[in-house]
């Protein structure tokens, strides 16, 4: 039975039983056709929300998606050319040190070659040459600050950021542990430095 014709005959029992009410068979219809038709809203909200969970896929890593479409994962090296990165924590043998904020230590390498630093104390730039598994830094300008204090979270610094800078023994060689969109590990002689990305590097003169 349609809306219509359901509503016709509601109009016509309303008519003849104005004081009684509607006809007990009737009103067991029209509960029948609200249970009905809640029941069916449901069935197609569940189907609907069945097709969307088959059709939406979780991604949550590295791996195909439909069409084809792989997500790539983060690999060494990927990216870090061209950011600018806070010093975070340095790490010499079994001993971790973490570098606050505000000591302002960080590094950035510009695409064209250009690379500068900070200690926390002193201002440092050059140019570095990538390789296979990092960079070497050459033909280093600094600035000629002192640092007089005992505090280990900036000579932490100073002996990463410099050995980074000035050179790993003969070699100079600084090697890229890890490196991702937000994150990058440099090996630099004794000292693994770890830095967070603060953004893109300043545009150099």
Not at 178 to 204: C, D, H, I, K, M
Request: proline share 6%; aromatic share 6%; net charge neutral.
């Amino acid at each position: 039975m349609s809306d219509d014709e359901l509503h016709q005959q509601l109009t016509c029992a309303a008519g003849e039983f104005p004081v009684r009410g509607w006809p007990s068979d009737l009103q067991q219809r029209v509960t029948r056709r609200r249970r009905t038709t809640a029941g069916s809203a449901l069935a197609v909200g569940a189907v609907a929300i069945a097709a969307v969970a088959v059709v939406v896929p979780e991604v949550t890593g590295p791996g195909p998606l439909p069409g084809g479409t792989v997500i790539p994962a983060s690999s060494t090296g990927a990216g870090y050319v061209g950011s600018n990165w806070r010093l975070t924590s340095v790490a010499e043998g079994t001993r971790t040190t973490t570098i606050p904020a505000d000591a302002g230590a960080y590094v950035y390498l510009v695409r064209d070659g250009v690379i500068a630093a900070n200690d926390g104390v002193n201002f440092m730039s050059g140019r570095f040459t990538k390789s296979a598994d990092g960079f070497k830094v050459h033909g280093d300008i600094m600035s000629l600050a002192g640092y007089l204090g005992r505090d280990p979270h900036v000579l932490a610094a100073i002996g990463a950021i410099d050995t980074l800078m000035l050179g790993n023994g003969q070699s100079g060689q600084d090697t890229v542990v890890s490196a991702n969109r937000t994150r990058l590990v440099v090996q630099a002689g004794a000292y693994r430095l770890t830095f967070e990305r603060t953004g893109p590097a300043p545009n150099w003169p």
